[in-house]
C-alpha cells in the first residue's frame, strides 16, 4: 500500500512541477506584486493597497472593463448560434463533410497574430476586401477598424471566426450523442423542423452550450492579441480591453504591481461572470 | 377494408435487396407479428410503414390513404422503439404530452388522455420523473403510454421487450397483448422471437431473406409449415430433421436414412408420396419414447436410439439421442425418464409427420 502511494505521488511528480512552476508560481507572485512597486529594474518597494486604491479610481482600467463586456456582448451569442448553425450543417449527410469539417477548424490552429493581420486586410477601408464586394454590390464603404462604433463588433467577429471550429466539435460530439430513436420518436410524434430543434436538440445540447458559454466567457476575457495587432486599443481607446491595458502598464511603462493587480482583478471577474453563469443556465442542467 | 395494405412494396440500398415484393394486408384491429431472423427486413418493413425507411417500390395505404410518399408525422402512426426513444430531459408526464402539444390538441384534452394512459399503465406515481430514474420495464411502459395517447391509426412495436430480461419480457409479452385487445388498434409488432410471434399475434409474417415465406395464424404455422425454413423457425425446441430416401416395398412406403428404417407411411396412399429423397420433419413433442428393457425384445414400429443428453425442465424434459448418424431431441413428459446410455425405442406421431422435398413440404401427407 505504501509503495504503490509512492510509486503514484512519484509518477505524479512532473506534471505536479510543471504546475508548480507555471501556475502555482506564477499566481502566488501576482499576489504578491499586487502590495509592491515595481519596474523590474530597481528593488521592489513595498506599497501596500496602494496598487488596489488606484485600480478603484482607474477610468482607464474601468473602460477596459466596460469594453471588454461590450466584446463578450456581441462575442456570445454570436459564438454560440454560429457554433450550433454549423455543426447542425455539418452533422448531416453532406458531399466532402470531412473537408468542411477540417476547413472550419483550420483557424482555431492559426497563430491568433496571423489572424488579426489576414483580418486587417480584409476590413482595411479603401483596398479590403469586405468593403470591395460591399462598394461591388452598391453599399458605401465601412470604416470597419476606425469607427468606434464598429471596430469591437469587427473584433468580436473575428474572434468568433477564428474560434468557431472548436465550438462546433464540441457541439458535434453533442448531437452524434442523441438517440437515432429520440429524433425519430419526435418525428412520428409529429414534430416540424423547428420543434425537433426546440423540444429535442437544443435541450439535449445544453450540457455542450454551457461548456461553449464557460469556455469562450473565459476566452473572451482574455481579449488581447487582436487589438493589439489591429487597433493597437483604438480608436477612442473603443477596443481597449483589460489583457491589453494589463499588457500596456507591465511592459510599456513597466508598472508590475499594478498590471499584477489588474490581472487579480480580471481573474475576479471572470471568476464571478463564470459562477452567475452556472447559476442561470445550470439550472436546467439536472438532465 | 383493411387498415394497412402493402402492395408490392419493395426496398434496395444499392445493389441489395432488402425487402422483395412484399404485399400484405392487415386487418383492422387486428395484431400483426413480423417474425424473422436478423436481415429477414422486418424491420425495414416496418421502418417503411413508419415512414422513417424511403419505399423503393410498390405502395403502402393506411386506412385507404396512400401514404408511401408521406412524411412520418402525416401518417397517424405511433411507435415503440426497441431502446423506447424517451426524451431523456423531459419527465414522464412531458414524456406522454409532447406529441399532443406539438399537435396543438386542447390543454384539458391532452391532461384527460395523459391520466388515461398513466391510469392504464399504472405510470401515475412516476409522472414527474426523469426516464432514466425508472427500470427498463418502467420506461417500456412509457413509451406504450407515449403511443396510445396519440390515439393513432396503428401501432408500431419495433422489437420493445429484447433490452428486458426474460421474467420482465414474459410479463410485459402479457400486457402489450391485453393492452392491444382493450384498445383494439391496428398493431404491426416486429420481433425475432418466435415465442414472442406466437403468443402475441393474431397473425404471423415468417419472414427470411426479404421475403414472405408465410402467413398465418400461429397453430397454422406450426401445424402446416409451408417449407423448412418456416417449420424449423417455428415452435422450440425446433423440428427434427432428417434427410433420407422414401422407397415403396409391397404397397407399403417407408422411409430410409442411414440407422433408419421407418415403414411409417403404411396407411397413406402410396401415391400422394413422391419416391426419391426427402427430409422427415417431426417436433420434439410428436414421439413417444420407451425405454427397452433387457427382455424385451424391442418394438416393431419405431426408431432405436441411445441416449446422449436428459435435460430436466420439470413439467417436460427433453431427450437428446442418436439414432443412427442423427441427433434427434424428443420432449416428453414421462414419469419414467431413460438415462444416458439407455437404449430407447422412439414412436413418431404418423399424423404428424412432416415431409420436405427440396425446401417444400408436402402437404398432402398430413
Known amino acids: 500500500m505504501r509503495a504503490e502511494r509512492r510509486s503514484g505521488s512519484l509518477m505524479a511528480a512532473p506534471y505536479a512541477a510543471f504546475l508548480a512552476v507555471f501556475a502555482l508560481y506564477p499566481i502566488l507572485f501576482a499576489l504578491v506584486l ?26 482607464r482600467f474601468w473602460r477596459a472593463v466596460e469594453n471588454t463586456f461590450v466584446f463578450l456582448s456581441i462575442h456570445l451569442p454570436l459564438q454560440i448560434a454560429s457554433a450550433l448553425a454549423l455543426a447542425l450543417a455539418l452533422n448531416r449527410p453532406l458531399m466532402f463533410r470531412s473537408f468542411w469539417r477540417a476547413a472550419f477548424f483550420l483557424p482555431v490552429v492559426i497563430s491568433g497574430a496571423v489572424v488579426a493581420i489576414l483580418w486587417s486586410n480584409l476590413y482595411a477601408t ?46 458535434l460530439a453533442g448531437l452524434q450523442y442523441i438517440p437515432r430513436s429520440c429524433k425519430e420518436a419526435i418525428e412520428i410524434e409529429g414534430a416540424t423542423t423547428w420543434q425537433r430543434f426546440r423540444y429535442l436538440t437544443l435541450p439535449m445540447l445544453l450540457p455542450q452550450t454551457i461548456l461553449v458559454v464557460t469556455l469562450s466567457t473565459i476566452n473572451g476575457f482574455q481579449l488581447f492579441i487582436e487589438p493589439y495587432v489591429m487597433t493597437g486599443g483604438g480608436p477612442l481607446r473603443r477596443t481597449y480591453s483589460i489583457v ?39 439550472k436546467a442542467e439536472a438532465l | 377494408m383493411p387498415s394497412v395494405h402493402f402492395d408490392h412494396v419493395s426496398k434496395r440500398f444499392g445493389a441489395t435487396t432488402v425487402v422483395e415484393d412484399f404485399s400484405l394486408d392487415v386487418e383492422d ?54 431502446d423506447y426513444g424517451l426524451y431523456p430531459h423531459m419527465t414522464v408526464r412531458e414524456n406522454l404530452s409532447l406529441g399532443l402539444r406539438l399537435r396543438k390538441v386542447a390543454r384539458t384534452e391532452i391532461d384527460r388522455r395523459v391520466a388515461w394512459a398513466a391510469d392504464m399503465l399504472r405510470l401515475e406515481p412516476l409522472l414527474d420523473r426523469k426516464p432514466k430514474q425508472l ?12 403511443a396510445m395517447v396519440r390515439e393513432p391509426l396503428v401501432f408500431l412495436f419495433d422489437e420493445p421487450l429484447s433490452n428486458l430480461d426474460a421474467g420482465l419480457r414474459a410479463q410485459m409479452r402479457i400486457e402489450i397483448g391485453g393492452l392491444q385487445r382493450r384498445l383494439m388498434t391496428t398493431t404491426v409488432y416486429v420481433t425475432h422471437d418466435q415465442v414472442e410471434a406466437m403468443t402475441l399475434g393474431d397473425r404471423i409474417v ?43 416395398k409391397n404397397g407399403s412406403i417407408s422411409f430410409t436414412s442411414d440407422g433408419i428404417d421407418f415403414p411409417f407411411l403404411s396407411e397413406r396412399r402410396a401415391s400422394d408420396v413422391p419416391s426419391g429423397s426427402v427430409t422427415l420433419g417431426i417436433r420434439p413433442e410428436d414421439m413417444t419414447v420407451d425405454v427397452l428393457d433387457a427382455q424385451s425384445d424391442g418394438p416393431t414400429r419405431g426408431l432405436q436410439g441411445r441416449v446422449v443428453l436428459v435435460e430436466r425442465l420439470g413439467g417436460t424434459s427433453h431427450i437428446h439421442f442418436d439414432a443412427g448418424p442423427h441427433r434427434l431431441l424428443a420432449a416428453v413428459s414421462n414419469d419414467r425418464l431413460p438415462e444416458v446410455g439407455d437404449a430407447i425405442s422412439v414412436r413418431l406421431h404418423s399424423e404428424r409427420i412432416h415431409l420436405f422435398v427440396g425446401d417444400r413440404r408436402i402437404s398432402s401427407v398430413i
Request: hydrophobic content about 45%; proline content about 5%.
Open chain 2, 206 to 248: 415468417v419472414l427470411a431473406d426479404g421475403r414472405i415465406q408465410q402467413i398465418g395464424k400461429p397453430i397454422e404455422l406450426y401445424r402446416s409449415p409451408v417449407n423448412r425454413f418456416v417449420a424449423g423457425f417455428v415452435g422450440t425446441p425446433p423440428m427434427n430433421f432428417v434427410d433420407g430416401n422414401v422407397a415403396q
Open chain 2, 135 to 146: 427500470s427498463g420495464g418502467q420506461q417500456q411502459r412509457v413509451a406504450m403510454g407515449r
Open chain 1, 126 to 171: 479603401d483596398v479590403g476586401l469586405i468593403n470591395g464586394l460591399l462598394v461591388r454590390v452598391g453599399l458605401n464603404p465601412v470604416p470597419w477598424l476606425t469607427d468606434p462604433s464598429t471596430a469591437m463588433p469587427a473584433i468580436a467577429a473575428m474572434v468568433t471566426w477564428k474560434n468557431v471550429g472548436f465550438y462546433v466539435i464540441i457541439y
Open chain 1, 244 to 282: 491589453l491595458y494589463l499588457y500596456t502598464n507591465a511592459f510599456a511603462y513597466q508598472k508590475m504591481g499594478y498590471a499584477a493587480t489588474i490581472g487579480v482583478a480580471l481573474a475576479l471577474i471572470i471568476g464571478t461572470v463564470v459562477l452567475i453563469q452556472r447559476r442561470v443556465i445550470g
Open chain 2, 29 to 82: 384491429g387486428e395484431l400483426l407479428v413480423l417474425v424473422g431472423g436478423s436481415g429477414s427486413g422486418k424491420t425495414t418493413i416496418l421502418r417503411m410503414l413508419a415512414g422513417l425507411e424511403e419505399v423503393t417500390e410498390g405502395t403502402i395505404r393506411i386506412d385507404d390513404r396512400d401514404v408511401t410518399a408521406l412524411p412520418p408525422r402525416d401518417r397517424d402512426v405511433a411507435m415503440v422503439f426497441q
Open chain 1, 34 to 59: 499586487v502590495f509592491l512597486k515595481w519596474d523590474l529594474v530597481t528593488t521592489p518597494v513595498f506599497a501596500g493597497f496602494d496598487n488596489v486604491r488606484v485600480l478603484a479610481n482607474d477610468g
